[in-house]
Each structure stands twice: as C-alpha cells, then as structure tokens.
C-alpha cells in the first residue's frame, strides 16, 4: 500500500527558508504518470496547493508562491522536497505530501495524502 | 479569493440527505473537472469523488457528486454521524485550485 511520509524541522525562523522531504513507500517515486506534490492548509483555514514534480524532474508551481518555491526529487531514495524560502509567518501551515493519481485519458487528482507535517514560522 | 466557492457550513441530521455546493462561473468550473475530499477532524484529506461524479473503490454510494454549468454539487444520503468533516471541491484552472470547504455539522 502506498504511504507517504512528511519530514522536516517544525519550526522555521522568518526570512529562512522551509525544507520538507516526503518519503514514499509502497510504490517507486519513478513509476511512469504519477506527479507529486505538497499542499498546505494554514491553521484553522482551507487547502492551497503549492507545486509538484514527476520523477524526471518536471515542475509545475502554483504562481502565487512560484518565486520563492523550488522542488526536486530524488529516485534513488525514493523522495521529494519541498524548499520555501523567505518565510513570514503566513507560511505557517501544515503541510501535506500528495501524489497525482490519474487515470487514461491523463486526467489526474490528489490521492493518497501524506499525514502532515506542522509547520511554525516564527522566531 | 478562490475561484471556486463554498458555503462555510451546512449541518443534517441522522439519515437526512444533504448538498454542498461549488459555485464558479461558466469559464472555470464550466470547463474543470470537480474533485470532492473529506478531511475528518485531526486526519489529512482524502479523495471522495474525481472527475465530477465517480467514486474511488472503498467510497461508499451513499456519496455522489454532479456538475452542471457553473456549479458543482456533492450529496451526502443517509447521513452519520462520521460524516461530520470538512469537505472541499477542487479543481484544475492553470493551477491546482480548492474552494474555502464547507464545515458539515451531523445534529
């Protein structure tokens, strides 16, 4: 069964910068058609996407975050990162690990979801 | 400000059926696929319905999910208990988006 795990400090001091790893287990992070990505939802607030990878390295980022955000991947441990740098404390959140399940015709959703890892910016 | 949006609560009780919206205009969700997730308290989110109305295996019936035009809908028949959670639509309009969730109270 695939899992994914969320690592990294729980607490970040502003203006540094926010490095998360997911762990994947159950499948390999190389598998063709499966992007993976990282979701936030700030406390008591809803969801906001953040970017995702496929194994090769392809990105895509949410705009509004695009400038301070940078993702990798590493096949050979079976994980991906998340970096943010700059961080204020509006980047605290919890933030979640997905993979891009899809179908066919290509179409591709978030599932499954990482526990989450709680996130504090502050000094 | 989401391009899709949520009504922040509904509440039921036992056994009653109940709708959440996703409301967008014709040029985002008339275009997108809808995705349902539930997050019950303290979990991570979890996938209810894709592509508008299919349910993943282990979902059960009692959840169904429609679109028409602008807006999306999820229903939840014979509701539970366990069913109180938030619940979020999303989609894809250049970029991942999810509505503001819709908190469901079961009475």
């Known amino acids: 069964q695939l899992q994914l795990l969320e690592s990294g400090p729980g607490l970040v001091k502003p203006s540094e910068t926010l490095s998360l790893t997911c762990t994947v287990s159950?499948?390999?992070?190389?598998?063709?058609?499966?992007?993976w990505g990282w979701i936030r939802q700030p406390p008591e607030k809803g969801l906001e996407w953040i970017a995702s990878i496929y194994y090769t390295g392809t990105t895509f980022y949410n705009p509004s975050l695009r400038s301070r955000v940078t993702m990798s991947v590493d096949t050979s441990k079976n994980q991906f990162s998340l970096k943010l740098t700059s961080v204020t404390a509006a980047d605290t959140a919890l933030y979640f690990c997905v993979r891009h399940d899809h179908d066919n015709t290509g179409t591709n959703w978030f599932d499954p979801w990482g526990q989450g890892t709680l996130v504090t910016v502050s000094s | 400000q989401s391009v899709l949006t949520q009504p922040p609560s509904a509440s039921g009780t036992p056994g009653q059926r109940v709708t959440i919206s996703c409301s967008g205009s014709?040029?985002?969700?008339?275009?997108?696929?809808i995705y349902w997730y539930q997050q019950l308290p303290g979990t991570a989110p979890k996938l209810l319905i894709y592509?508008?109305?299919q349910r993943p295996s282990g979902v059960p019936d009692r959840f169904s999910g429609s679109k028409s035009g602008p807006s999306a809908s999820l229903a939840i028949s014979g509701l539970r208990s366990d069913d109180e959670a938030d619940y979020y639509c999303a989609g894809w309009n250049d970029r991942w988006v999810f509505g503001g969730g819709t908190k469901l109270t079961v009475l």
């Open positions: 159950g499948d390999s992070i190389s598998k063709s058609g499966y992007y």
């Open positions: 014709s040029s985002n969700i008339g275009r997108m696929y």
């Open positions: 592509k508008n109305n």
